[in-house]
């Protein structure tokens, strides 16, 4: 297996026969992401906007790579008294958390030790360099 395996895709097909037009990723939000092989390396860019490096955690742990977020807003409520009438008030406030967990399997030729992250412009792009696949070790036979 040459390429990064999506645990994310479960969810797309399986409901891919119930609800043909329904995208699980793409219906809750799911962050874009778009991976390029390299000779040397697995580039994956990930659509970020609004966060920061701060609200983003990338793991490794046993050759997956989970990037994930949970970000919350802080809320300001003040209990004045004197409140005057003309002042607005929230009346519905959806947008308090945000959070996104994306999880992908790397292939066997990648080295796990030198990962790279960096975020720029609200792009994270994370580097995963790749390592040389050992060609099958042919074994002599011994007579005895």
Same mark, same amino acid.
């Given at each position: ?114 990962? /790279? ?14 390592? /040389? ?9 011994? /007579?005895?």
């Amino acid at each position: 297996m040459n390429e990064l395996s999506l645990f994310n895709n479960f969810f797309d097909n399986a409901l891919s026969d119930v609800m043909p037009d329904f995208h699980f990723e793409h219906s809750f939000g799911m962050p874009k992401v778009d991976v390029k092989e390299e000779r040397d390396a697995y580039v994956m860019q990930m659509d970020l906007p609004g966060m920061t490096e701060k609200d983003v955690n990338v793991e490794l742990d046993h050759n997956v790579l989970t990037i994930s977020s949970h970000h919350e807003e802080n809320k300001e409520e003040k209990s004045d008294k004197n409140e005057k009438k003309d002042e607005s008030k929230w009346l519905i406030r959806e947008r308090r958390v945000s959070e996104f967990s994306r999880r992908f399997t790397l292939p066997d030729d990648t080295n796990g030790e030198n990962v /790279a992250a960096t975020f720029k412009n609200g792009v994270l792009t994370v580097n995963i360099p790749r390592k /040389a696949v050992t060609a099958p070790k042919r074994i002599a036979i011994a /007579a005895a």
